[in-house]
């Protein structure tokens, strides 16, 4: 009689030459790491928290955030695309993603070949920022200010070609006003030099804001979409003051590129179920952020319409990377 142990040699050594892989332990069997490409405290931070605190219950495994700031997401996103395909290893990256082939030349990756795109998660205004005490009441006064000492107001952003950035060079561009850009490395340490006088100015998006003006350390001056904000309802848009102003900041998941298309799909409708609970949805209404949830090829078309849309506006600026 045949042992088993020599029938499984028999079947194991038959799979190899056939070229088909035994079955693999189901996803995850250990825990995930989630790059943040910026400092704690900041939209993609609390996005990525408050998401991951639910996937750590439903998948049975940590999820572990790992903040890498830096280069405005470039220290993470390279990170990300030296590490295995597997799911295990993936990326919140936020708008400035799609256009950082045009600040940094010399990118050491490939914006679309290094990237498997999972889901489009999240979408915010961003805010126009002052201190609670600051002189200026509305948009009006900023813009009135700025026309008649052009160069002199500083605005605070999360990082060259960032979101917030490109809120304040629209505002420059369609106002006709001259401000100055001033970086930070995330929207929180531009908040912190805002509450501390060093700038008076700062655009930043919901998540990282909410806490400042519930706070009352802060004031709203606009938001950057051309609707207003429900959870901020008493606050224009810039597009009441300067027609045509529009924009916004989104937030999606990506892994490494060479993602196997069925770990892609289990990840995208985890995340998707994750942010359609309502307690996510609830935390993200009260951070001033609209939940989405849309697909792989949903997030594709956002940062290839992105990548399209800015590109030519940071080139005629003439925006590069400190």
Same mark, same amino acid.
């Given at each position: 009689?045949?042992?088993?142990?020599?029938?499984?040699?028999?079947a194991?050594?038959m799979?190899?030459?056939?070229g088909?892989?035994p079955?693999?332990?189901a996803f995850?069997?250990?825990?995930?790491?989630?790059?943040v490409?910026?400092?704690a405290?900041?939209?993609? !931070?609390?996005?990525?928290r408050?998401?991951?605190d $639910?996937m750590?219950?439903?998948w049975?495994?940590?999820?572990?955030?790992?903040?890498?700031?830096?280069?405005? /997401?470039?220290?993470a996103s390279?990170?990300l695309?030296?590490?295995?395909?597997?799911?295990?290893?993936?990326?919140?990256v936020?708008?400035?993603?799609?256009?950082?082939?045009?600040?940094?030349?010399?990118?050491p990756y490939?914006?679309?070949?290094?990237?498997t795109?999972?889901s489009?998660l999240a979408?915010s205004?961003n805010?126009l920022l002052?201190r609670?005490?600051?002189?200026?009441?509305?948009?009006a006064?900023?813009i009135?200010?700025?026309?008649?000492?052009p160069g002199t107001?500083?605005f605070?952003?999360?990082?060259?070609?960032?979101?917030?950035?490109l809120a304040g060079e629209?505002?420059m561009?369609?106002?006709r006003?001259?401000l100055?850009?001033?970086?930070?490395?995330?929207?929180?340490?531009?908040i912190?030099?805002?509450?501390?006088?060093q700038?008076?100015?700062?655009?930043?998006?919901?998540p990282?804001? $909410?806490?400042?003006?519930q706070?009352?350390? $802060?004031?709203a001056?606009?938001v950057?979409?051309?609707?207003r904000?429900p959870s901020?309802p !008493?606050?224009?848009?810039i /597009?009441?003051t300067v027609?045509?102003?529009?924009?916004e900041v989104?937030?999606?998941?990506l892994?490494?590129?060479?993602?196997?298309r069925?770990?892609?799909?289990k990840?995208?409708?985890?995340?998707?179920?994750?942010l359609?609970? !309502?307690?996510?949805r609830?935390r993200?209404?009260?951070?001033?952020s609209?939940?989405i949830?849309?697909?792989?090829?949903?997030?594709d078309?956002?940062?290839?319409?992105?990548?399209?849309k800015?590109?030519?506006?940071?080139?005629?600026?003439g925006?590069?990377a400190e």
């Open positions: 009689m045949v042992r088993w142990s020599v029938v499984a040699t028999v194991a050594v799979l190899a030459s056939t088909v892989a079955a693999q332990s995850p069997d250990r825990p995930v790491h989630i790059y490409p910026y400092p405290g900041g939209g993609v !931070d609390i996005l990525t408050t998401l991951g $639910v750590s219950k439903q049975r495994q940590p999820v572990v955030v790992d903040n890498r700031p830096g280069a405005g /997401g470039v220290v390279q990170a695309v030296q590490s295995p395909p597997d799911g295990y290893a993936l990326i919140m936020a708008s400035g993603h799609a256009t950082n082939p045009f600040l940094y030349p010399k990118l490939d914006t679309f070949k290094d990237f795109p999972i489009l979408s205004p805010i002052v609670a005490d600051s002189p200026f009441k509305n948009l006064d900023v009135a200010q700025a026309k008649a000492k107001l500083a605070g952003h999360a990082g060259t070609g960032t979101s917030t950035h629209l505002l561009n369609l106002a006003i001259e100055q850009p001033i970086p930070y490395r995330g929207g929180a340490p531009a912190n030099d805002l509450l501390g006088g700038i008076p100015l700062s655009f930043n998006n919901g990282e804001s $909410v806490g400042q003006l706070a009352n350390t $802060v004031r001056l606009a950057t979409t051309a609707k904000l901020l !008493d606050v224009p848009s /597009g009441e027609p045509g102003y529009d924009t989104w937030w999606g998941l892994g490494p590129g060479g993602m196997a069925d770990l892609v799909e990840i995208s409708r985890d995340f998707v179920a994750a359609n609970t !309502d307690a996510v609830d993200l209404a009260t951070l001033g609209i939940p949830g849309g697909t792989p090829e949903e997030l078309r956002k940062i290839r319409a992105d990548y399209d800015w590109g030519p506006i940071i080139q005629a600026a925006i590069k």
